[in-house]
């Protein structure tokens, strides 16, 4: 986004449907730079102006969007355009950079050797909504520049916009585990058949083979017996990545108007970009402008790509970060992995795009480093060229031979079997990174899939629960379900789209619905209990549908391997509670219940006295357990819900609940 003045002024079921409801909508947020202006600051700095807003944007601890901000200036009417260098003394928040005036953003700027050439801008509370602050300032080193220094009064300067998605440093799983993803990435076993997903750990090389333990492919065949290196960007260190999974026709011709003509003739095409970016003036003044600013630029080749992000300061995406941004750190399922992203990157399995991220099967791919553009087009000396460099990932429809099964967010596909490049698909897609600079202390690694871990102990309570809601008798809670990570389905966690588009709102904080769960033992009964915030409570429900409302559900599996699943709830017609799963019906006659609301403090309290003998539970057993709070905000059913631990939601997995032991 950008204008120039002058100074001063979810697999069967999931499949089947995917065609309906892949992923998010596409849309754009509307992110506007404008009114950019230059002030002399001291006798090597000026101070850069500029107005900012867009729409959905969020920021929940370390899960937050971002605009990744640059510019462009030139001594004056006749010159060249170059990239502004900023100035920082440290990476968040530097001397000189403020918020202006409206939403208290803050700044993380990226230095080192590929750095200085851009800024994110993020809100600097927690919160969603739209955005929106006038005179937002930053710190160019105009000695950078060639002439600029001269007559400051003559620079003329445009400001750049991309809208970027933070992705957290931490673990993550690479394939799902399933059968149909066309040569999707796996942990090798032996067994053809046995396709576990492969989980990065770190940020250093991985090995890579036929031997057990590393990470293969059932096609386009990583180096067997070899490694992916540790300056190849893994996925494991946090980075921000493009909201859309294409530059805007904004943005390119933005890109078309601040290079040389000559680099710009290699970059146009009438019969392909033309259809969106016009061009007028004559040679070697052209000037081009967008038809439709905010909507993508089609016909981009995967090279059109890479010169605009070169000159934006970002760099490509490798595939396996391409699965860190979808997947996240939750643990992988054939089942559901067509999903929405896990940290709120747009139009992900969408069905109407592919995308282009470096390979990991390609020795040209393999010797990327993750070095960021420089500003300009002219791409690094450790990016590939051309693409096919690349190996496509995405569920795109109009394939030919390939079914949606094939793809999800694992499947790969070779550059020759498919329409790779301009003049073949008008919107191939170009999604763009840049690795997240050190420095930046307030954002916390994500958690990693659920490991194996020892039982936690299940403490003697003093005295017997009542069951009585009041929940006076408890202490410390065993956890707390307060943070956008315990929220799910995922698309309810940022932005107001649901599968079809629709306009739903997500999740508000929280003061929307967050929980404080506890767990005790009496010595002969299971205690269970949660004090859940939450601004409205709404059950309209009877017996097994409980679950579609307000509820507390919980899952337990024994030692012996019986699963019972039950859940309680204050209905229109009072307390219920529901077993959808055990053995037989002892615990449905014995348990104690009781659900309480405070409308004033808004405020929902579940307490539940199991009784061990129903139960079959014994001090000493290891057992497992997982609760869920549901929250139903329009009064028709639940929208979303907190919960402890994936496999209690479909799919069901009780390898994956908390494991507890009661104590003696």
């Known amino acids: 986004m950008n204008r120039q003045t002058h100074n001063g002024g979810w697999r069967t079921a999931a499949v089947a449907c995917l065609l309906l409801f892949g992923s998010e909508a596409v849309r754009a947020d509307n992110l506007k730079i404008e009114n950019a202006r230059v002030a002399p600051r001291d006798a090597e700095t000026a101070a850069v102006t500029f107005d900012i807003s867009w729409s959905n944007s969020w920021h929940w601890a370390s899960f937050h969007d971002a605009a990744w901000v640059f510019f462009k200036v030139r001594a004056d009417a006749k010159g060249d355009w170059q990239p502004v260098r900023l100035v920082a003394d440290k990476v968040v928040n530097p001397t000189g950079y403020a918020a202006g005036d409206g939403t208290p953003f803050e700044f993380v700027v990226p230095g080192g050797d590929d750095g200085f050439v851009g800024m994110f801008v993020r809100r600097a509370e927690d919160g969603r909504g739209a955005v929106a602050s006038r005179s937002v300032t930053a710190v160019w080193d105009f000695t950078a520049n060639q002439g600029v220094e001269k007559d400051l009064k003559k620079v003329r300067i445009q400001a750049f916009g991309i809208e970027m998605v933070y992705v957290a440093e931490g673990p993550f799983c690479l394939g799902s585990g399933g059968t149909t993803e066309l040569n999707m990435f796996h942990s090798f076993t032996g067994k053809d058949e046995n396709t576990p997903p492969h989980r990065v750990t770190g940020a250093g090389a991985i090995p890579t083979g036929r031997q057990k333990g590393r990470l293969w492919a059932k096609g386009i065949a990583l180096p067997d017996g070899g490694e992916i290196p540790a300056a190849f960007p893994n996925g494991y260190v946090a980075f921000y990545c493009m909201k859309q999974p294409y530059f805007t026709q904004e943005i390119y011709a933005g890109f078309l108007n601040t290079i040389t003509a000559e680099q710009a003739k290699g970059h146009y095409y009438t019969d392909y970009q033309g259809v969106a970016i016009k061009r007028s003036g004559q040679l070697p003044n052209y000037a081009y402008a967008a038809s439709a600013p905010s909507e993508r ?181 065993t956890f707390s379900l307060r943070e956008v990570g315990d929220v799910f389905p995922v698309y309810r966690r940022f932005v107001p789209f649901d599968y079809y588009g629709r306009l739903l709102a997500p999740w508000q904080g929280p003061g929307d619905v967050s929980a404080k769960v506890y767990l005790g033992s009496d010595g002969e009964a299971l205690c269970v209990a949660a004090h859940v915030t939450d601004d409205r409570n709404s059950n309209t429900k009877t017996g097994e549908e409980i679950s579609r409302g307000d509820a507390l559900q919980m899952g337990l599996v024994t030692a012996d391997g019986v699963h019972w699943k039950i859940g309680t709830a204050l209905t229109n017609e009072g307390v219920v509670f529901h077993q959808w799963e055990g053995k037989g019906d002892t615990l449905v006659k014995t348990v104690r219940r009781a659900v309480t609301r405070d409308a004033k403090a808004a405020v929902t309290r579940y307490e539940l006295r199991l009784p061990l003998a129903a139960l079959r539970l014994k001090p000493g057993a290891e057992f497992g357990v997982n609760i869920v709070i549901f929250d139903d905000d329009d009064g028709d059913e639940n929208v979303y819900w907190l919960q402890m631990a994936p496999g209690l939601i479909d799919p069901v997995n009780t390898k994956l609940y908390p494991r507890f032991v009661l104590e003696k």
């Open 297 to 477: 630029c089609p016909w981009l080749s995967w090279a059109d790509g890479a010169a605009v992000a070169a000159w934006a300061g970002l760099r490509p995406m490798t595939e396996l970060e391409y699965e860190k941004a979808i997947r996240g750190s939750q643990t992988p399922s054939p089942v559901y992995d067509a999903t929405p992203s896990y940290w709120g990157v747009a139009d992900v399995n969408s069905g109407s795009i592919y995308e282009r991220p470096i390979s990991a099967g390609k020795a040209v791919g393999l010797r990327f480093t993750g070095t960021h553009g420089r500003g300009t087009p002219t791409l690094p000396a450790d990016w590939p060229s051309d693409v096919g460099c690349v190996t496509f990932r995405g569920a795109q429809f109009g394939l030919r031979y390939y079914s949606p099964s094939h793809h999800l967010t694992s499947g790969r596909v070779n550059a020759l079997t498919v329409h790779a490049d301009r003049k073949n698909h008008p919107f191939a897609g170009w999604r763009g990174v840049r690795t997240a600079p050190a420095g930046d202390t307030a954002m916390k690694p994500a958690a990693g899939p659920p490991e194996p871990q020892a039982a936690r102990p299940i403490a003697r309570l003093e005295s017997p629960v009542r069951a009585d809601g009041v929940l006076d008798e408890w202490g410390a809670p």
